[in-house]
């Protein structure tokens, strides 16, 4: 096998996820080679596509000692610099990148998801710009474009780079998945047919798994728009399936980490321990996702003295990294942190932030799961606040039913047993929390805040220690803090009522999930 019928032979195995016989491929070229800086960016491109990101720096960079100018190496390094939050190395590769090579479109497009990860939507959008008009028909910039554009409420603006995708690719799920977002198809059926036609089985066959899983989802809520509930469940069910089989579902560790978070703080004398100061201010937003998290946050985000972050893994990333093995923490290394005065936890957290450039000293974190995390968030941001977003359990089930996520940590929410279990996971932990820290946590339960937006904002703003301002309930005009996730499309909206038992038109196809929950609540 000549050189490059043995690259082509390593893509493929990549495309398909077979990393180990990929990478022993290309150990024997560089052996062959090992002057070739062409293949040292490519074990590394494999490492970073098998999850080994700090193994495949060594990778990238050995590239680059051999040519300082290999612009691939460069760009895939930055994208593993920001993968692991070493946001100014990553910021100074692609700035590198774009100073020598101002016209390369890969580098400007991932400098444009940098950006748009730090909630930087607006500075996202200029290099995107720049790139379309060196392309204008790149698809890849496209769908960033329709994507930043609904970030920042520009959905007339989506739609446009949207429905151009499907005029160069019909096939292009994502582009439908987007525009399923925006449209509700009570008032608009031409995209509805767009999707159909791909349902045609002589087209679907073309279809990867995860075009179809994007189709599924997009269809399915169409339906659910139209008031047909029966195919809406047919089509999000085959979508739920699909995504299910990318996953491997297993509850047990899930189990073991909230057990183990109970027993560690069973034992901690928390009167004891240190208080921590912080100059800046934490309002952790936290409860089931799809329980009404981004609501919340746009609200305080709206208000003049707090900014939003969005949806950031900081904290959880820091606990694993410092405190877990196998899901069992280290009790030791956590007094030891708390003995310190200037602690790595508070520090590593601060220095993420601070990367976010934010022009106050009040600033939410909208990670939904942080619900796990409510005990370390007392230990070391003791005068954060802390809301607990709640809804009624069906219609929450449902909504993460309905949904793709792109998260990793989102594996148990394709399949309604699953869905039900970490419910009720979820809630036990969060009693737990309650009886500890009750008079620390504010509940804010969406249903009432949809009846009466005015009297509970004013509750959820004054538990954050704030004054009141009419700008709080006007936050679908002010776009100060953009919106990354699959609430991206309600963000926009004023408060709406129609999410509010929603799962009576589900009833008799999510029996049982339904069941589970009536067994609990």
Not at 186 to 192: G, I, K, L, T
Not at 383 to 396: E, G, Q, W
Not at 433 to 461: G, H, M, Q
């Amino acid at each position: 096998m000549d050189i490059k019928s043995k690259v082509f032979k390593i893509q493929t195995l990549i495309s398909s996820n077979q990393f180990f016989q990929a990478g022993k491929i290309c150990d024997e070229l560089i052996k062959k080679f090992p002057q070739n800086n062409y293949f040292y960016n490519l074990k590394g491109l494999i490492l970073q596509s098998s999850g080994q990101l700090k193994k495949s720096i060594e990778y990238f960079n050995k590239a680059l000692s051999l040519d300082q100018d290999n612009y691939a190496a460069m760009n895939n390094l930055a994208t593993v610099y920001k993968n692991v939050y070493e946001f100014k190395k990553s910021e100074d590769l692609y700035k590198k990148v774009i100073k020598k090579n101002p016209k390369n479109i890969k580098v400007l497009n991932n400098y444009s998801n940098f950006k748009r990860e730090l909630n930087q939507y607006s500075d996202a959008k200029k290099l995107l710009l720049q790139a379309i008009k060196i392309e204008p028909n790149n698809t890849e910039v496209l769908l960033n474009l329709s994507v930043c554009s609904q970030g920042l409420g520009q959905m007339d603006e989506a739609k446009k780079y949207a429905f151009k995708i499907i005029d160069i690719q019909p096939f292009n799920t994502s582009a439908h998945k987007i525009l399923s977002s925006i449209i509700n198809y009570r008032n608009e059926s031409d995209h509805f047919e767009k999707m159909k036609e791909l349902l045609d089985e002589k087209k679907l066959k073309f279809l990867s798994l995860t075009e179809k899983i994007d189709l599924f989802f997009a269809v399915g809520k169409a339906y659910e728009d139209m008031k047909d509930f029966k195919n809406a469940y047919n089509y999000l069910s085959k979508a739920n399936l699909l995504q299910k089989q990318n996953n491997n579902v297993d509850l047990t560790n899930i189990r073991k980490l909230f057990k183990n978070l109970i027993k560690l703080f069973d034992t901690l004398q928390l009167k004891d321990l240190p208080k921590f100061k912080s100059k800046k201010k934490y309002i952790f937003i936290c409860g089931m996702p799809r329980s009404g998290t981004t609501l919340i946050e746009q609200i305080l985000a709206s208000h003049s003295k707090v900014r939003g972050a969005g949806e950031i893994h900081y904290l959880s990333n820091i606990i694993n990294e410092f405190f877990l093995n196998d899901n069992n923490f280290n009790k030791s290394k956590i007094l030891e942190e708390l003995s310190k005065s200037n602690n790595k936890i508070i520090e590593k957290y601060n220095n993420f932030l601070n990367f976010h450039q934010f022009d106050t000293d009040i600033i939410t974190d909208k990670a939904p799961q942080n619900f796990i995390w409510i005990g370390f968030i007392k230990l070391f941001f003791p005068n954060s606040k802390i809301i607990h977003c709640l809804r009624n359990p069906k219609d929450n089930c449902l909504s993460l039913f309905k949904n793709h996520f792109p998260s990793k940590t989102m594996f148990w929410a394709y399949d309604q047993k699953d869905i039900a279990d970490y419910y009720i996971l979820y809630s036990k932990i969060i009693n737990y929390w309650k009886s500890r820290f009750e008079d620390s946590i504010f509940d804010a339960n969406y249903e009432n805040l949809v009846n009466s937006p005015e009297t509970e904002a004013r509750k959820l703003i004054s538990f954050c220690d704030l004054t009141w301002e009419p700008e709080c309930l006007q936050f679908y005009q002010n776009k100060k803090t953009p919106v990354q996730t699959v609430s991206v499309s309600q963000a926009n909206k004023p408060i709406y009522k129609s999410s509010v038992n929603s799962n009576l038109g589900f009833t008799k196809h999510l029996r049982k999930m339904f069941n589970i929950l009536d067994s609990y609540f």
